[in-house]
């Protein structure tokens, strides 16, 4: 199992920058696909971005392609996600994601088992 701490969130004008982290505790963090997430109120879970171990394969839900960019530091244990030219739709709680198998790169929720406890982020216009 991972634990995730998800840091980052806030308030910010649209069109301005986030960047979110999400810190990782456990030994296979490096084995493991990281996804965000994200849920706006009264909406269902969104998929936003995902990475495999290596962070040599990304992809991106299309409301975020172009804007976002996630990324991945193994030797420290954290992922990314660089959010730009943000909208007050991307208003959301971020979460990050580890995939439950290692070597499994996925997009889909059922496929993360663990979970962070997710960041606000508000986007004002």
């Known amino acids: 199992q991972v634990q995730l701490v998800e840091s980052g969130g806030g308030l910010v004008q649209a069109g301005g920058s986030l960047r979110l982290s999400c810190a990782a505790s456990?030994?296979?963090?490096?084995?493991?696909?990281m996804g965000w997430f994200r849920q706006a109120s009264g909406k269902e879970r969104e998929f936003v971005s995902g990475i495999s171990w290596s962070g040599s394969r990304t992809y991106y839900g299309d409301s975020v392609k172009g804007r976002f960019t996630i990324s991945r530091d193994n030797a420290k244990d954290t992922v990314y996600l660089q959010m730009n030219n943000l909208k007050p739709e991307d208003t959301a709680v971020y979460y990050c994601?580890?995939?439950?198998?290692?070597?499994?790169?996925?997009?889909?929720?059922?496929?993360?088992?663990?979970w962070g406890q997710g960041t606000q982020v508000t986007v004002s216009s």
């Open positions: 456990g030994r296979t963090f490096s084995t493991r696909a």
């Open positions: 994601a580890a995939a439950q198998t290692s070597y499994k790169f996925t997009n889909k929720a059922v496929d993360f088992g663990s």
